[in-house]
């Protein structure tokens, strides 16, 4: 059984049909890359998945249960978290209050749920700036961050939006490792990502989008040579 079904799913903004009939079944535990070019709709996608946006039509089935038009909030509380492609930390506080907020979500005890979080911000490479203010982290550290702040929600799916843009080749590399590590512990992924290295790397299938449509689904290797992909998005020259 898929763990993660979209049946005809689809999200306009006025006339706009940013997401139109997306059917899509996701297997536990699997790694599912999303390309496709500016404007096609992968955001929308994840916030419509995360709660965030409702649906204009379709169902989204997770784990067997109906969950279309809940909260993000009730979302992520059986499973099903999203990063940002905007990080929004709260600045003024630090690393380790921004987490332990969401780790609370899931602990009741204060204490503990910072000590979760503690344990979230080590495992994302970020300890030695755990009592630094939000708003000093560079980039890479706000990437970071957001992934912990995803982490300590404890998800069985983790929606990514671009986790890796506006980083440099050395500073993706061991972000890469920890995702393939995350994979590994049992989450499934849903990757947003332009980055194609990465995309490749860690990507066991692949849905192009454009337009708001799937306009390509299936093994990496195979869908990078298709000729409406190339077209549409990677270019000859990839
Ligand atoms: N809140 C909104 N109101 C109106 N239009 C929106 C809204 N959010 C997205 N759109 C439009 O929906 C379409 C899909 O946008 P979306 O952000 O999902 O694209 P994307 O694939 O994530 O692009 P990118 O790669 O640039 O992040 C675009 O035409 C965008 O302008
Ligand atoms: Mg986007």
């Known amino acids: 059984m898929s763990l993660l079904v979209l049946d ?21 535990r699997e790694y599912l890359g999303i390309i496709g070019p500016n404007g096609a709709g992968k955001t929308t996608l994840l916030s419509v998945l995360a709660g965030q ?3 204009t039509s379709g169902k989204i089935v997770f784990d067997g249960q109906d969950i279309t038009g809940w909260s993000a909030d009730r979302v992520a509380s059986v499973g099903l978290v ?4 905007l990080m929004r930390p709260f600045e003024s506080m630090t690393v380790l209050e921004n987490v332990a907020i969401a780790s ?25 700036y755990k009592d630094a203010m939000s708003g000093t982290l560079p980039t890479a550290g706000l990437k970071r961050l957001e992934l912990a702040r995803a982490l300590a929600l404890e998800p069985r799916v983790l929606l990514l939006d671009e986790v890796l843009a506006g980083l ?14 995350i994979h590994q512990d049992g989450v499934t992924v849903l990757f947003v990502e332009h980055i194609m290295a990465a995309v490749l790397a860690l990507s066991e299938r692949l849905l192009v989008m454009h337009e708001g449509q799937q306009l ?16 549409a998005y990677l270019g000859e020259d990839y």
């Open 168 to 181: 440099v080749p050395t500073e993706r590399a061991p972000i890469i490792d920890l995702l393939r590590e």
């Open 8 to 28: 005809g799913l689809s999200k306009s903004f006025g006339g706009l049909a940013a997401l139109g009939n997306v059917n899509l079944e996701i297997a536990d």
């Open 104 to 128: 609370h979500n899931k602990i009741r005890s204060i204490p503990k749920a910072r000590d979760h979080a503690a344990d979230v911000i080590d495992r994302v490479g970020l300890g030695t």
């Open 82 to 85: 999203r990063t940002f492609q």
């Open 216 to 231: 390509a689904l299936g093994v990496p290797a195979d869908v990078i040579q298709d000729a409406a992909v190339v077209d």
């Open 53 to 55: 946006l409702r649906p």
